[in-house]
């Protein structure tokens, strides 16, 4: 019975044979990705400096990538380059595509990119994540764990990992503020005080914040708002859009969050005068900045902020408008699957867990319970 073959890219023993003065020769076996068993030998002055150059020739035999393979011994740093390209082609939205290159090139590639692809263990994952957290918060190192995970599973795709180390690696808790929706009281003193804010009137915030209390919808859907989205008629509009830092992206942040949803009547009277005023340029959006052009939605978030805080509302965002929406339409008796479908979750515990005030009393409960 013959020995059994190589592993693929792998070799045998080394063998070593002296030629002459100062003059040493290392070969061993290599089994190559084409399955065939090919000789790789190198020469040196010594027996250590024969075997030490034929190490090197080996690991860089198994570790550097053809067409894009990615082995054991192949370098994080350009298993990140693989997965970025395969990002970039992939129908995932521009600021996604982003992000994902961001936190890969400014901590991925740092923290793990000299490491081989076999060296990407639970304990390695754990310290890179847990580094990234006590230095940028949990935030950023969920999303840098995200991106390790892409990594992983391209990898695990070449057959160059059997497990997932990400899979077991630590979770990451991320503190969360629990939701506090504006009262109704609230509501109407915060938007008396926006529409009588020189700053709100001058940026055209007025309208943005009530259609957004009025509605639920997140910001960047909101200042993506196209005219053909409304049906004043049937009083509803259709979210399919969204605002990004890449502009209007005709898309929306999750598959669910597409929807078309019923608006008050206060924001079908508002939105049919803004699209009949001649003063507000609604050819592109309905929503624009003051210059006519598409919001940057970072800059009115920031605009915003300095309007809340002047109102006394520091606690406010644009975020508590989705939960005080949300927690009205609670109160309503509405289920949580259409207050998620509502808000374009995909996840009704999402809206029950982040975004639904809690209500102090459940007379049902209290009767139930006679």
Known sequence: MGRPPLPVGTFGSISIRELGPKRHRARARFRDYD???????????????????????????????????????????????????????????????????????????????????????????????GSVRANHGAPTAKGAK???????????????LSVNPVRDSDSIPVPTTPARALTRDEAKRLTKMISADEDAIAYDLVDLCVFMLGTGTRIGEACGLREPQVDLDAGTIEVNATVTDFGLEERTKTASSWRVIAVPLGIVTMLRRRIEEPKINTDVVL??????????????????????????????????????????LDEAGMTARQIADHLGHAQVSMTQDVYMGRRAANAAAARALE
């Open 146 to 160: 995200t991106v390790v995970s892409g990594l992983v599973k391209l990898a695990m795709a070449y057959g160059a």
């Open 287 to 328: 929503f624009p900045s003051p210059l006519g052009r598409i919001r940057d939605t970072s800059n009115t978030a920031g605009d915003l902020r300095r309007v809340f805080d002047r109102a006394g509302f520091e606690w406010v965002s644009s975020h508590t408008f989705r939960k005080t929406v949300a927690t009205r």
């Open 35 to 129: 399955g065939r068993v090919r000789y790789v030998v190198r020469f040196g002055t010594s027996k250590t400096a024969a075997t030490n150059a034929l190490k090197g020739a080996l690991a860089d035999r198994s570790s550097a990538p053809v067409d894009g393979e990615i082995r054991g011994e192949t370098k994080v740093c350009a298993v990140i380059d693989i997965w970025l390209e395969k990002v970039e082609v992939s129908d995932r939205s521009k600021s996604t595509k982003a992000r994902y290159r961001t936190i890969a090139e400014t901590f991925v590639r740092d923290g793990l990119g000299e490491l081989r692809v076999r060296e990407l263990n639970v304990p390695a994952v754990n310290r890179f994540i």
